[in-house]
Nanobody, 126 residues
Framework: QVHLVESGGRSVQAGWSLRLSCAAS????????MGWFRQTPGKEREGVAV????????YEDSVKGRFTISRDYVNKDTLYLQMHSLKPEDTAMYYC???????????????????WGQGTQVTVSS
């Protein structure tokens, strides 16, 4: 099992930047794919960005060019989401997820991922 803990979420104004972190611990040797999802009340959880062990990434269309996902395998196996030019529609609870299967350049559905963090709230005001 993989334990995931997100951090970095806070309230910011539109246009600002923010970096989310997700610290992974436990059996991370088979976390072939990791990603960021977000969810707002009443809506389904949606994939934002994913990265696999080969470094292949995929992004949801609305964040392309603004968000960058990266993974630091050396420093405590931490996943990051660098977010620039934030918009009010980016407001959501952001979750970190890990899968024991490769993403291979696709966001993949929620069911693809076996481990989840507790989430970190990002609020963007106009």
């Amino acid at each position: 099992q993989v334990h995931l803990v997100e951090s970095g979420g806070r309230s910011v104004q539109a246009g600002w930047s923010l970096r989310l972190s997700c610290a992974a611990s436990g059996d991370t040797s088979r976390t072939y794919c990791m990603g960021w999802f977000r969810q707002t009340p009443g809506k389904e959880r949606e994939g934002v960005a994913v990265i696999d062990l080969h470094g292949t990434t995929a992004y949801e269309d609305s964040v392309k060019g603004r968000f960058t996902i990266s993974r630091d395998y050396v420093n405590k196996d931490t996943l990051y989401l660098q977010m620039h030019s934030l918009k009010p529609e980016d407001t959501a609870m952001y979750y970190c997820a890990a899968a024991r299967q490769y993403c291979s350049g696709w966001l993949r559905p929620v069911s693809w991922y076996s481990d989840w963090g507790q989430g970190t709230q990002v609020t963007v005001s106009s």
